[in-house]
């Protein structure tokens, strides 16, 4: 692993190297609950694995759980994980295709079948999944997501982008991983370039709140090093006026909030330079498809050919590009840092620019993702030198953690929507009188219940879907058939199948019928209408 950051003569990459050894030391630390604060292009996730790996040995810790905030980007990391570590090590488990057994599954299984429940129990060496998967699974009440807990006990647990948790729910989250650490025995790290005061959030909490550790010493320095992009805002744009300055450069990749938006500037872009040096990633596209895609943009920023991405913001967090250019509208000052992170990566320009912007779309936002660019906006009219100093930073995290109450007697916390917290506190668990079932109801990180779809994208993923026909066993042909799901709206995902576009080929289990008429080599999957295309405000 060592070489994966000792090998180059970047100056930026010997500061990773030395981030590595400094965090690798760290693992004979003893256990508890940890922050990795390291800014983006610093090489957070291996430098974090490397801390686990001794960690785990030095307090002969069961396993690794690594917990990643987008399916999007799960199948990279994973890929990264195995190459260091085997493939036979590493399990990854994600929400996009599900096919769990039943409720009463574990009587009468063969070995094959309890070596694949084994799997589901996460019960391998090192673990990759998401947020949803992991913070759903510990707030659930049914047995077949819960049946994997026990194994999360005296693990290294480490929460990648951690302030992505999501808003609504964060103190639940916070509190669940103290209690893992409290009572468990696991290590946790939660590991960001933007982190909140969790420290704050705990003392309101818990009445007596175990210590927060940082992993590494001389941040403000570290961040001075990884100093390689300036931000500058252009305020409010229309969309011709952006695709005119995206088509003006040779090399930019420009991050829009939700799918539509990102479609519809593809179109206009290319609309005015052609389609060869243009290029578009979305949850529209299945993850092999978005990989390829991946790929042949990777080669053309190497070779320095033009090369023009509109993306949502799935290309933020642990997809590594370098582009000398990059616009973002506007959105949380952690996500604006993350797409700040993928302009002059690897410090090859003396300085890389970040565009910030807003549309007519930025304004219908709702929720907590109307709040984050709120207090965002203010945040960088309030430091216009440097919007993503650490001291910008913690201002941020202030303003949208601890000045969230709505007044009055109907005031709220905003971190912990549904009061969760204050459902279990007020319960007697000594009577067992949690409820579960309606925490479990409320506690959903995603609101949408999207659909997934698998794409016949290439002759794999058609292969599998034959042998998905007959087989007697499915778990493993599910999981080769991962990297070629989208998620639809159910809406979207009812029209499809009502006119027979979307078909179930085993029970629950659908896949898109006619791919060469509904998904695009460049967008994936068309909308089915005009009134869909309207109704795509997913963020991803």
Request: overall charge negative; some cysteine.
């Amino acid at each position: 692993m060592s070489q994966r950051f000792s090998t180059s003569d970047l100056t930026i990459d010997a500061a990773r190297n030395e981030l590595r050894l400094e965090c690798l030391a760290r693992g004979d630390n003893e256990q508890g609950l940890y922050t990795l604060t390291l800014p983006t292009g610093s090489g957070k996730t291996l430098t974090s694995l490397g801390f686990a790996l001794k960690h785990a040995v030095r307090h002969q810790l069961r396993r690794i759980v690594y917990v990643i905030p987008y399916t999007s980007i799960i199948e990279q990391n994973a890929a990264v994980f195995r190459e260091v570590l085997g493939t036979e090590h590493v399990l990854e488990h994600q929400s996009n295709v599900q096919h769990e057994l039943p409720e009463d599954s574990d009587l009468g299984l063969d070995l094959k079948e309890k070596l694949l429940l084994a799997e589901e129990n996460w019960d391998y060496p090192v673990v990759v999944t998401t947020n949803v998967q992991f913070f759903e699974s510990l707030f659930a009440n049914r047995r077949s997501r819960t049946r994997k807990l026990h194994n999360l006990a005296r693990s290294v647990i480490i929460v990648d982008e951690a302030q992505l948790m999501n808003g609504d729910f964060f103190k639940p989250c916070l509190l669940a991983l103290e209690e893992l650490v409290r009572n468990y025995g696991a290590t946790v790290v939660l590991s960001t370039a933007t982190q909140p005061d969790l420290a704050g959030l705990l003392q309101g909490a818990v009445q007596h709140p175990i210590p927060i550790r940082e992993m590494v010493d001389r941040i403000p320095e570290r961040f001075e090093q990884f100093k390689r992009v300036r931000l500058k805002m252009l305020g409010k744009i229309e969309d011709e006026r952006l695709a005119e300055r995206l088509s003006g450069n040779g090399q930019a990749l420009c991050i829009v909030n939700t799918r539509r938006a990102a479609r519809e500037l593809y179109e206009k872009v290319t609309a005015l330079i052609g389609q060869d040096s243009v290029f578009h990633l979305s949850a529209r596209m299945c993850p092999k498809h978005r990989l390829d895609k991946l790929n042949l943009i990777r080669e053309r920023l190497d070779k320095k050919l033009p090369c023009v991405l509109i993306s949502t913001q799935l290309v933020e967090c642990g997809m590594d590009v370098d582009f000398p250019t990059v616009y973002r509208e506007l959105a949380g000052l952690d996500s604006i840092a993350q797409a700040a992170g993928r302009c002059n990566r690897n410090g090859r320009l003396g300085e890389g620019l970040t565009y910030v912007f807003e549309t007519e779309a930025t304004a219908r936002l709702k929720g907590w993702f109307s709040l984050t660019a709120g207090v965002a906006r203010s945040i960088m009219e309030r430091y216009p030198d440097d919007p993503l100093s650490l001291e910008a930073v913690r201002d941020y995290f202030q303003h949208l953690y601890f000045y969230q109450t709505l007044g009055g007697e109907s005031s709220q916390d905003l971190t912990d929507k549904y009061g969760i917290l204050k459902q279990l506190n007020e319960r007697k668990i000594s009577d067992c009188e949690i409820p579960f079932r309606t925490i479990a109801e409320q506690f959903r990180l995603i609101d949408t219940d999207a659909k997934p779809v698998v794409v016949p994208y290439d002759r794999e993923a058609e292969q599998q879907l034959e042998a998905l026909l007959n087989a007697p066993k499915i778990n493993g042909i599910m999981r080769k058939l991962q990297p070629y799901v989208v998620q639809l709206y159910p809406q979207e995902f009812e029209a499809f199948r009502r006119v027979g576009e979307i078909v179930e080929v085993r029970a629950d289990v659908f896949k898109l019928k006619n791919p060469k008429h509904w998904y695009d080599d460049q967008v994936g999957v068309k909308p089915f209408s005009e009134e869909h295309h309207a109704a795509e405000i997913l963020i991803g």
